[in-house]
């Protein structure tokens, strides 16, 4: 099964597009890649809840070599913003409803696995789901950030089309 982050950013695009508390839509947008370009152009005028979606990492183990396995870790954010970073009260209940909604989307994946139209999910492993709780009061911004795993067969079956075997190498 191949896949690619293109297909993780749609597949996440349409999460934040069809979660009611999101709300993502063309006119008003919720989701970000958490790529340099956005960051510096984008995030500076966020509507919130947020939806943000980290670039992955990812590594290869080998499994007695036939059986080599491509482990992508990866992550995303709910973000929220507070008015009063004082306001502790208010702050509990943004992360909690921020909890909420992760729950929700984890949920979501789960069911997702099992449909083929959703092809970046599934093989995601929900038991490599890790929240944590964050906080940046320079920009009063609060949410959970949620990282994962999702593990996938990579062929090693090499393709010739891809090498010109032909090709006279340089000497320097």
């Not at 702050?91 to 069911?111: A, N, T």
Request: hydrophobic share 35%.
């Amino acid at each position: 099964m191949s896949n690619n982050f293109s297909d993780l950013i749609h597949y996440f695009r349409t999460i934040a597009s069809q979660h009611v508390d999101i709300g993502h839509s063309i006119s008003e947008k919720h989701f970000y890649r958490f790529e340099l370009e956005e960051v510096l152009t984008g995030l500076k005028k966020v509507n919130y809840p947020s939806l943000i979606l980290e670039g992955y990492r990812y590594s290869l183990t080998d499994k007695l070599s036939d059986h080599v396995m491509k482990e992508r870790s990866g992550a995303f954010m709910l973000l929220g913003h507070l008015n009063d970073i004082s306001d502790y009260d208010a702050m509990h209940e943004l992360w909690d409803k921020l909890e909420m909604i992760c729950d929700d989307i984890i949920v979501r994946i789960k069911s997702d696995k099992r449909n083929p139209v959703a092809k970046a999910v599934r093989d995601f492993d929900l038991g490599s789901v890790n929240v944590a709780l964050i906080a940046n009061e320079n920009d009063k911004n609060y949410g959970v950030r949620c990282t994962f795993t999702i593990s996938s067969p990579l062929s090693t079956d090499m393709n010739p089309e891809n090498w010109n075997y032909n090709t006279n190498v340089p000497h320097s």
